[in-house]
């Protein structure tokens, strides 16, 4: 493959990116009188993003594709090509994306001091609107597996069945799509009002009492381009086809008497907050506290492509009509008759039919996390603080995504035959991809909306999370040279589910999908963001040498400039690493689901002595299900970890005064400082080479560097 200037090899590369951010505050302060205060705060905030891929502008064509791609795509750049367990190719799906997020804020408050009491009533409201564009995969993005090339059985995965590179050398994709997508402009109105009353009863206890109410009207969008997915309504296409009792579909906002509002309305989020403060000897203080906070919604937690089914269209060409016995749209021949275009809301619930769909309700509850704490201070001789405390929390109706048009388990009992091609009763209603063929497999009539080839729900207010911690922290005020601060935390996060920003915002996070979207319950277990111990230290320590100090007080001149006055600074991390998740061929023929190994009862841990980069853990123990079952192993596995972390940053500096009102500082910093290296997450993927193994590295090597700084 030819690289065309390396575009095609850099798929995080830009030839364009910009983040332009304005923000203006207006505030006033009123004094009505020494217990009455207003304070008054309006905002106008505007973050924007500009993003080009270094590959835009290229055609299609070139690498063979068919005119009619490069003709009816809305943006040109390089494909993107994912190959099994190889590197990649090509630019990222969304490497084209436009932001214009305005936030308009008021934020009244009056305190009032009455007494004992000292009361704060105000309210926090703000209007956000986004206006954005979102490319996603405009050329196409096409996946290859081992799949059309595993034999002699087809359905069976092993170490050595099967290649990826040589099933895109074939042009047999194990899937692709292609998306024609709208530009959007959302507004969410929030709304919150609150009242805190602090009570200092004595002069050893002080309570504080607060109650604070959110609400986010639904989202709505300027021009009604919104879509959302009727679970239970009757589809109207099932009387014309004989299948009365067909449910569920698309439809849309401010049409056929919907409301514009995206969902409906949430308005019971009262959030109760409860403090104390007791002191009961003169060195030591005891606190604690409960409170119910509400997840944001509206834009900032539903995504940018919420709700535009109909309005942004995805085509996904036939890879294979039997399940993955036989190929049936090689690569050359993808999208040959063109991206299919955006109908809008003139279909109603005919829209997409026969096509994967975000299944979007109306019916989603906002989230909340309930946190509480209670922890006891002491102040130690030496200007030493310790404390020691608790801190947990519960997430609930916490955000999960899975797929909800899985085939029902009770089916998977008929094994090959869920892919016996049977006449297919939606051909007459649907114009592209599996369902508009003459025959379907037995597997995808069975399924709860078989007239959709997917219903993915990203929103689902079903995940939930706890959370419990040890945490103690030490604090040495800087005297005689020496500053000190130390925290240790001792947790366990336990989840069923990633939530939005997993694997994708946030650089390192890992994000674990559903194997059994019908069986979520087998899906808590340690989160994938568990850290079980973290211990941080930072440090100030003015070396004891010099005028003034310890030891060589009484040098001068040249001795006195070189040993004295130098300052070491640093921070220390030491931590464990997270729980390892494993995958495995995905051979259910679930229509939704994922696939996990199996373990024969023991233990994949591996002690240290027997453990090594070519073999993290016991892989033995792993073995793959059989065709149409689900793996055993959990969502994580419980005691096998990634490498922890042991990091110093040091940092060693020096200010030479020159005269009296101006001075040299020299600084020396170094990163890494020991050069440890910190090992990258083991390979989790049953079936891969390189399953157990750990062949990258996740921090950077050593890095010094040095600054002389001017200060008069």
Do not use: C
């Not at 009727?230 to 049409?255: H, S």
Request: charged share 15%; aromatic share 12%.
């Amino acid at each position: 493959m030819r690289f065309y200037g390396n575009i095609a090899g850099e798929p995080n590369t830009y030839s364009y990116s910009i983040q332009p951010d304005w923000h203006a505050t207006v505030s006033d302060t009123h004094n009505f009188g020494p217990a009455t205060l207003l304070d008054v705060r309006a905002g106008f905030a505007r973050n924007g993003f500009d993003r080009r891929p270094r590959s835009a502008g290229f055609d299609p064509t070139e690498l063979g594709f068919p005119a009619a791609l490069a003709r009816t795509a809305q943006q040109l750049y390089f494909p993107t090509f994912n190959v099994g367990n190889y590197s990649g190719v090509g630019a990222r799906a969304n490497d084209k994306f436009f932001l214009g997020a305005d936030t308009y804020s008021l934020v009244p408050q009056v305190t009032l001091i009455r007494g004992w009491h000292t009361m704060r009533i105000g309210g926090d409201f703000r209007t956000l609107r986004h206006n954005t564009f979102n490319a996603s995969s405009p050329v196409g993005s096409y996946n290859f597996s081992t799949g059309f090339t595993q034999g002699p059985d087809p359905l069976r995965s092993s170490l050595t069945a099967g290649d990826a590179y040589a099933s895109m050398l074939t042009g047999t994709t194990g899937s692709a799509t292609a998306a024609v997508r709208a530009s959007i402009s959302y507004q969410t109105v929030y709304s919150a009002g609150y009242f805190q009353d602090d009570i200092k009863v004595n002069s050893r206890l002080t309570l504080n009492l607060g109650l604070r109410y959110d609400y986010e009207s639904p989202r709505t969008e300027r021009f009604n381009r919104l879509s959302f997915f009727d679970f239970d309504a009757i589809n109207p296409v099932g009387r014309e086809l004989g299948l009365p009792e067909l449910r569920g579909g698309l439809k849309f906002v401010g049409t056929d008497g919907n409301p514009r509002g995206w969902n409906d309305p949430d308005r019971n989020n009262f959030g109760p907050r409860f403090g104390f403060a007791y002191q009961p000897f003169s060195k030591t203080a005891i606190r604690g506290g409960y409170g119910l906070m509400y997840l944001p919604g509206g834009t900032s937690n539903n995504g940018y492509g919420g709700g535009q089914e109909g309005f942004s269209v995805s085509s996904t060409p036939i890879s294979s009509a039997d399940g993955g016995l036989t190929p049936f749209t090689l690569l050359s021949k993808m999208f040959a008759g063109g991206l299919d275009q955006p109908t809008g809301s003139s279909l109603g619930m005919r829209t997409l039919l026969g096509q994967g769909v975000r299944g979007d309700p109306r019916w989603v509850r906002v989230g909340y996390m309930q946190e509480w704490s209670f922890n006891v201070q002491r102040e130690l001789p030496g200007q030493v603080q310790v404390e020691a405390g608790y801190v947990g929390s519960r997430g609930v109706k916490l955000p999960a995504t899975f797929q909800l048009n899985s085939l029902p388990d009770r089916y998977l009992s008929l094994q090959r035959a869920l892919l016996d091609q049977v006449p297919n009763p939606f051909a007459p209603v649907v114009s592209a991809g599996t369902l508009s063929r003459p025959t379907v497999t037995r597997g995808q009539l069975l399924r709860p909306f078989p007239h959709f080839t997917g219903v993915t729900f990203p929103q689902n207010s079903a995940g939930s999370s706890s959370y419990h911690s040890f945490q103690m922290r030490l604090e040495r005020r800087f005297s005689k040279g020496l500053s000190l601060l130390a925290a240790y935390t001792n947790a366990k996060l336990i989840s069923d589910t990633d939530g939005l920003k997993s694997g994708s915002w946030i650089p390192g996070e890992v994000s674990v999908g559903a194997q059994n979207p019908n069986n979520l319950r087998l899906e808590r277990s340690v989160a994938p963001q568990d850290v079980s111990q973290r211990f941080v230290m930072n440090y100030i320590y003015e070396l004891p040498f010099g005028r003034g100090k310890p030891f060589l007080s009484g040098s001068r001149g040249l001795v006195s400039g070189l040993v004295g006055g130098w300052t070491v600074t640093g921070i220390t991390t030491l931590q464990k690493g997270r729980p390892l998740d494993l995958t495995a061929p995905n051979n259910t023929n679930s229509f939704g689901g994922g696939s996990r190994p199996n373990n024969n009862g023991q233990r994949a841990f591996l002690p240290s002595s027997d453990r090594s980069l070519n073999r993290w853990f016991n892989t033995a123990v792993f073995s793959q299900p059989e065709p149409f079952t689900f793996g055993n192993v959990g969502r994580l596995l419980p005691d096998v970890r990634e490498p922890g972390i042991t990091n110093f940053d040091l940092s060693v500096h020096r200010r030479f005064r020159i005269k009296e009102l101006a001075s040299i500082e020299f600084r020396t910093e170094l990163f890494n400082a020991f050069n440890t290296p910190q090992f990258g997450r083991p390979n989790g993927g049953f079936g891969n080479v390189l399953f157990g193994t750990i062949n990258n590295q996740a921090n950077s090597p050593r890095e010094i560097q040095f600054g002389l700084k001017i200060l008069y």
